[in-house]
């Protein structure tokens, strides 16, 4: 069965500073995977997605994620953190197989300090 | 602007009462997805429909129901079955269902609680 874990609830980090928020998935056949960002009161807006090609993809808001198969890792990453990056970031990944559920992680709440 | 909109934002329900939530997009989507939002448990599907006239259970579908009579529209009910209705609900589209990766666009939410 798909699942993505997300093993931090908080990510702290100061402004300037490069973020990362870790996310692990486990899938059959090849792993279609998301993230997407939620501020508070708001649906989920999504910011990058990997399907197949170079394992650094780049998304909205000078976010990127490194797909690592051997690692089944898709981390999200960003150089240099703004405070109004305080958000809950969400990892997703979509049945393999031409399924279609897409299943998400449980949530890291982002926190920049300024 | 296209988008997908919820109403209404803030919803409370008697013991015994059945409410609707309201979801309507003008993306020309064919799939709408119900979920249910609750603090560290990530997003849950309730029901999706990947076609007009058609929508399947998700994995918490107990005490909710559904219809897709029209392309643009997805309401959701929760009847007095939920027995733990409170919650944050989001609908969410996307521009077809089985086989393609396209992102799914969300709705704002509607939050439910019990009076």
């Known amino acids: 069965a798909q699942s993505v874990a997300q093993p931090e609830d908080q990510v702290n980090v100061a402004e300037g500073n490069p973020l990362t928020v870790k996310c692990t998935y486990s899938?059959?056949?090849?792993?279609?995977l998301f993230w997407y960002v939620q501020y508070p009161n708001r649906g989920l807006q999504f910011l990058l997605k990997?399907?197949?090609?170079?394992?650094l993809v780049k998304g909205s808001y000078g976010f990127e994620a490194e797909f690592n198969k051997s690692q089944t890792s898709f981390h999200l990453k960003k150089p240099s953190a703004l405070v109004s990056d305080s958000a809950l970031y969400f990892c997703?990944?979509?049945?393999?197989?031409?399924?279609?559920?897409?299943?998400f992680g449980a949530g890291t709440r982002l926190f920049v300090k300024a | 602007d296209g988008g997908i909109t919820q109403s209404p934002k803030y919803l409370f329900r008697k013991e015994g009462q059945n409410v609707t939530l309201s979801c309507e997009q003008n993306?020309?989507?064919?799939?709408m997805y119900w979920y249910r939002q609750d603090p560290g448990q990530g997003l849950r599907l309730i029901y999706y429909?990947?076609?007009?006239?058609?929508?399947q259970k998700g994995d918490i579908a107990e005490g909710y129901s559904v219809s897709r009579e029209k392309k643009e529209s997805f309401p959701l009910t929760v009847t007095s079955a939920q027995k733990n209705p409170t919650a944050f609900y989001l609908c969410?589209?996307?521009?077809?269902?089985?086989?393609?990766?396209?992102?799914?666009?969300f709705g704002d939410g509607t939050r439910l609680s019990i009076l």
């Open positions: 969410a589209s996307s521009i077809s269902g089985q086989g393609d990766y396209q992102p799914q666009h």
């Open positions: 899938v059959s056949g090849n792993p279609y």
């Open positions: 990997y399907i197949t090609g170079d394992n």
């Open positions: 997703a990944v979509r049945e393999g197989g031409g399924g279609f559920k897409t299943i």
């Open positions: 993306l020309n989507h064919d799939a």
């Open positions: 429909s990947q076609i007009v006239n058609d929508f």
